[in-house]
């Protein structure tokens, strides 16, 4: 009995052998492959749902709206004031837009900002204006808020113009029940930035930061409008953005309120981000169209930088989204002047006005491929979890290689005895090489961080020359930890040679597991754990880290062909974060000087992760995989 016990024991162990080995490699690649099958199938109509209003209380389009024709025409007026004022420098700006909202019976201030880089100093002068609701305690308020400048660089005339116009509306309205506060921002994001700091008590007057109090506020802000409509035109169309810091995501209802409006009430054609798309009945190409807008949302996902103003408010648990005026006069469609967005805009701050807790019956987290087609997050998470699973599977298959089991296989495919099967390898795995690369991976990775971050103060600094001071870091680590393995493989092989001529004993010890076997096996675990743990948090930059590396981590390999490492050390380098830089940069035609500011801007003013997870996460893998396939094969 106890014979065909150790029989039966030594049976599975060959069967699982076999599959760990054999089967388990292949699987990894199998799963990759229907990672990448299923993610393309997202943007398919049979993989979305409709839109549709979850929130009852929102009533979108069920209240007539005030703004009329006169209103119109005084947001005309306003225009031509805000041209004027706009060639004025901040302060005087500021202050002649606070007489403006005055005049309108609003309770009106300015605020101070300063804020200190690493590449630059940035001052700027916030005005706010506040209109208390007759009907409301103060306790709930909504924001229309509206930059200086525009997203595409130009004074965004008609969106204050606009804001003037509906304050002067709401005044003489006295069916609101929250408060309704208009902002408008000087600078990019660094100025609705330190007014929300501020409105939120959230004091850090540093020498890098300064905010200045506000003088005049509200309630707990609900939600939030954002409005950018450049120029002084009328529009083709309307788009939405709706990213925002870190992946963030406002409530799919604010979304499908604003549709909801120009399906009914403010009829205007409404679009994803800046991209007007013809309507085909040509099943293949509603497929492009529909991938397109899903990649583009992605993109700026994966970014971690808000596609707008909006973004800001997400960072305060505050729904909001930012609606984009779109001119492009070789269009050939409707154009929507300030009468038709005055009226959606009133209509969606009507809507908003109808809640009674903030928004939550709707999806938070969400893929949209058209305005009403949406992919919720069941659907879109099962495949990067596939993909964290192939680096896990690629990983015990290596650790299976490492331990004695190869050599169990081999020994009874010939036909020879092999002992009963232990519960533990007897082929040793010494971690040394692999721990210590990997620690000074994850350094040099924090020093590169450092250096990019912090202001040195040597004549002709730049983030450009700062960058090549951490890509000189990181070669160093390279150039130390390559010879230092190879020299380590010699002086091991000596000494092994020499214990094999003074003692017979020495045939039977098995040989040590390779380094870069579990230098590799380390570096699909931990890329495993960084894709799995990072789509939770931003879906988007998960996905397009994990296909950018899990082919090249999975296959590559050390080999004894120069050119063959030359090759996979020359991949591993274009997809490093320094390549990924250079290739931005083509592709955008931007000087790498530019995405590089724009990288640390986005860390410094906003707080986006992109930084700290190229520099804390991306980079040491990269480096650790570089170092690995140049290590010795055995």
């Known amino acids: 009995m106890s014979l065909l016990s150790r029989l039966s024991r030594t049976k599975k162990r060959q069967i699982f ?29 049979s993989y979305s749902k409709r839109t549709y209003v979850s929130e009852n209380a929102l009533l979108p389009g069920g209240a007539n709206v005030r703004y009329q024709w006169n209103d119109f025409l005084a947001a ?81 005339t008609n969106a204050i113009s606009l804001l003037l116009a509906l304050g002067k509306v709401f ?109 085909t009945e040509n099943l293949t190409k509603n497929y492009i169209n529909s991938l397109k807008r899903m990649l583009y949302m992605m993109k700026y996902q994966a970014a971690g930088t808000p596609t707008g103003n909006h973004g800001l408010y997400l960072k305060y648990k505050i729904d909001a989204i930012t609606l984009y005026g779109i001119d492009k006069p070789d269009w050939h469609s409707e154009r929507y002047n300030l009468l038709r967005l005055g009226a959606l805009v009133e209509a969606a701050v009507r809507s908003l006005n109808n809640l009674l807790e903030h928004l ?33 599977f690629q990983a015990l298959s290596l650790w299976g290689f490492s331990s004695d089991l190869p050599l169990e296989l081999d020994a009874i495919a010939h036909g020879k005895k092999v002992a009963v099967a232990l519960p533990y390898s007897r082929r040793s795995r010494n971690f040394k090489v692999s721990a210590t690369i990997i620690s000074m991976s994850f350094i040099a990775g924090w020093a590169s961080f450092q250096l990019l971050t912090t202001s040195i103060g040597f004549p002709g600094e730049t983030p450009l020359l700062k960058l090549v001071a951490s890509v000189g870091v990181c070669s160093m680590l390279v150039l130390s ?115 590089l500011n724009w990288v640390l801007e986005g860390y410094e003013v906003i707080g986006s992760w992109l930084l700290p997870i190229l520099c804390g996460v991306y980079l040491p893998l990269n480096l650790a995989t570089i170092i690995m396939v140049l290590l010795p094969v055995s």
């Open 76 to 156: 005309e007026a306003y225009r031509d004031v805000v041209q004027r004022i706009s060639t004025l420098p901040s302060f005087e700006r500021a202050d002649a837009l606070k007489n403006e909202f005055s005049q309108l019976g609003l309770k009106s201030a300015t605020q101070n900002y300063t804020l200190h880089t690493s590449t630059d100093s940035r001052h700027g002068v916030n005005t706010y204006a506040v209109f208390y609701a007759p009907r409301s305690d103060g306790t709930e308020a909504l924001v229309l808020s509206a930059p200086w400048t525009s997203r595409d660089q130009k004074t965004n």
């Open 171 to 279: 005044k003489r309205c006295s069916h609101f029940s929250k408060d309704i506060i208009f902002v408008v921002s000087d600078g990019d994001a660094e100025g609705l930035q330190a007014w929300l700091r501020a409105y939120h008590g959230i004091r850090e007057n540093t020498h890098d930061r300064f905010d200045e109090t506000l003088h005049i506020r509200s309630g707990a802000i609900q939600a939030a409008l954002n409005l950018d409509f450049s120029g002084t035109g009328d529009y083709n169309a309307l788009g939405i953005f709706f990213e925002g810091v870190n992946g963030q995501l406002p409530n799919l209802d604010m979304i499908n309120t604003i549709d909801e409006i120009t399906r009914g009430l403010a009829p205007v054609k409404l679009t994803l981000h800046d991209e007007l798309v013809p309507f």
């Open 481 to 595: 930890a390559v010879p230092s393995a190879h020299l380590r493989n010699r002086v091991l092989k000596r000494v092994k040679d020499s214990k094999a001529e003074n003692s017979s004993s020495a045939s039977a010890e098995l040989p040590p597991a390779p380094d870069w076997i579990l230098l590799k096996t380390s570096i699909l675990a931990l890329s495993a754990l960084a894709v799995t743990t990072l789509s939770a948090l931003n879906f988007s930059l998960a996905v397009s880290i994990g296909i950018i590396i899990v082919l090249p981590y999975m296959a590559f390999r050390p080999s004894n062909y120069v050119v063959l490492s030359a090759l996979q050390t020359a991949i591993l380098l274009a997809i490093s974060p320094a390549g990924l830089m250079m290739a931005a940069s083509w592709w955008y035609e931007k000087d790498p000087g530019l995405i």
């Open 360 to 392: 939550h019956q709707s999806f938070f987290f969400y893929l949209l491929s058209d305005v009403e087609r949406y992919t919720s997050i069941g659907l879109y998470m099962p495949p990067v979890i596939i993909l964290g699973v192939s680096f896990i």
């Open 17 to 45: 052998g076999r599959f760990v080995l054999g089967w388990m490699p292949a699987l990894s690649y199998i799963m990759v492959a229907v990672s990448f099958i299923w993610l393309l199938a997202l943007p398919h109509q």
